[in-house]
C-alpha cells in the first residue's frame, strides 16, 4: 500500500483558501486518491477522490499533477466549521481504507 | 434516509468483561468495516466482512470477534483478551472493498472501569 505523508497541522482564518498537499511518492497505476474529513468524536466522512489532474465538487477541489506522486486539497473561503482533520488515502480494489494521522486544520476568525 | 447506526455511543465496562458494539446499515452496502480510534491518532482497521458469512482480519483484530450472519448488521465483541480497550470505535460501510466511499457510522465510545 501506497503510503501518504501530510502535515500534523495547519491553521487558517475565516474567508481564506487553505491548500492541504499529501505526498504518496509510492504510489501504484491503480491506486487512487481520496480525501476524508473527520470531526471531533464523529466518524470521518468522504471529501472527495480523484485519478489524475483536477477534481471538483460542492465542497473542494483535489488536484493532482501527472506524476501522481502528490496530491492537494482546496478548500475554498473556509469557515470556522471547516476546522476537523484531513485524511489523505491512496488505494485501491481489494484493499482496505488505512487512515494516518491525518491533517488538523484550525480555523481562526 | 439511508444510514449506519452504531449504538451505544458510550459505553462503560468493567475489566474482565466482554461487551459487544452494534453496527446497522440499511444502505445495501455488501462490505463492514469496524475501525479503533485512540485520541490523537489515526483509524486502525480491527476487522472486515465483504460478504454475508464472511469475515477477515484486519491489522488489529486480536481480542476482538466479530460476525456478519445478515447484511445489515455487523457487531463487534471486545472480549477479555483486549488489553486495552478503551478507544472509540467506528464502523462503515461501501459497495465493495473498492473504489468506493466508505460511509461512517457516528462512533461509540467505550471506557474500561
Known amino acids: 500500500l501506497a503510503k501518504t505523508t501530510q502535515p500534523i497541522s495547519m491553521d487558517s482564518y475565516e474567508g481564506q483558501e487553505v491548500n492541504i498537499t499529501c505526498s504518496h511518492n509510492n504510489i501504484a497505476t491503480n491506486d487512487y486518491i481520496t480525501w476524508y474529513q473527520q470531526f471531533p468524536s464523529q466518524g470521518p466522512r468522504f471529501i472527495i477522490q480523484?485519478?489524475?489532474t483536477k477534481v471538483t465538487n460542492e465542497v473542494a477541489s483535489l488536484f493532482i499533477p501527472a506524476d501522481r506522486k502528490s496530491s492537494t486539497l482546496s478548500l475554498p473561503r473556509v469557515s470556522l466549521s471547516d476546522t476537523a482533520v484531513y485524511y489523505c488515502l491512496v488505494y485501491n480494489a481489494g484493499n482496505m481504507l488505512t487512515f494516518g494521522g491525518g491533517t488538523r486544520l484550525m480555523v481562526k476568525p | 434516509d439511508g444510514g449506519i447506526t452504531q449504538s451505544p455511543k458510550y459505553l462503560f465496562r468493567k475489566e474482565g468483561q466482554n461487551v459487544t458494539l452494534s453496527c446497522e446499515q440499511n444502505l445495501n452496502h455488501d462490505a463492514m468495516y469496524w475501525y479503533r480510534q485512540d485520541p490523537g491518532q489515526g483509524l486502525r482497521l480491527i476487522y472486515y466482512s465483504q460478504i454475508v458469512n464472511d469475515f477477515q482480519k484486519g491489522d488489529i483484530a486480536e481480542g476482538y470477534s466479530v460476525s456478519r450472519e445478515k447484511k445489515e448488521s455487523f457487531p463487534l465483541t471486545v472480549t477479555s483478551a483486549q488489553k486495552n480497550p478503551t478507544a472509540f470505535y467506528l464502523c462503515a460501510s461501501s459497495f465493495g472493498t473498492g473504489n468506493y466511499g466508505y460511509t461512517f457510522g457516528s462512533g461509540t465510545r467505550l471506557t474500561v472501569v
Open positions: 480523484g485519478y489524475k
